[in-house]
């Protein structure tokens, strides 16, 4: 990933946005087409959009309690596979919504779709397929999706500090 500066904003930013539960996996990126984003033909690099999956599944590993699990585990997120669909290019300076959604998952992957718009505009789309790798090699998403289940509701009765 070589958008550091996108990458901290994310990491603090996370920090203050709703926390995501288990059950509503779709996670929306607002952002820009930045001049490093762009190619020779003037648009975003089709590379770019992939970094940019990168950026929006750091949120929603941040924002689940994922990511936290991971550092602990010593887990690494791992994408085996990712598609996308290009429809209309996205030009320097524009605004654009990402949207990831974890679609399912089986005794292996996880999967899901990405979706890029602007407005209501679909601009391109794609699918990822992910494994959690542990010491012991794939950590099976089920494990993964208690584990997180487990850790939110740990936070979530956690007693808040006197004021």
């Not at 762009?38 to 599944?57: A, K, P």
């Not at 542990?134 to 584990?147: F, L």
Request: hydrophobic share 40%; glycine share 4%; aromatic share 10%.
């Amino acid at each position: 990933m070589n958008l550091y500066l996108r990458l901290i904003w994310i990491l603090l930013s996370s920090r203050w946005k709703p926390r995501m539960s288990m059950e509503a996996l779709t996670n929306r990126l607002t952002t820009r087409v930045w001049l490093n984003d762009i190619d020779v033909n003037l648009h975003m690099n089709n590379g770019r959009y992939m970094t940019v999956c990168d950026l929006n599944r750091v949120d929603l590993f941040i924002r689940t309690g994922l990511l936290a699990l991971m550092l602990k585990q010593r887990w690494s997120p791992i994408v085996s596979q990712h598609t996308m669909d290009y429809k209309k290019a996205l030009r320097p300076f524009q605004r654009y919504q990402v949207s990831m959604t974890i679609t399912h998952w089986d005794e292996r992957y996880f999967y899901a779709v990405h979706t890029f718009s602007v407005g209501e505009r679909i601009v391109a789309q794609g699918t990822s397929q992910a494994v959690i790798l542990g010491r012991e090699g794939v950590v099976a998403p089920d494990v993964v999706v208690a584990s997180v289940r487990q850790y939110q509701q740990a936070k979530h009765s956690e007693p808040t500090a006197p004021q």
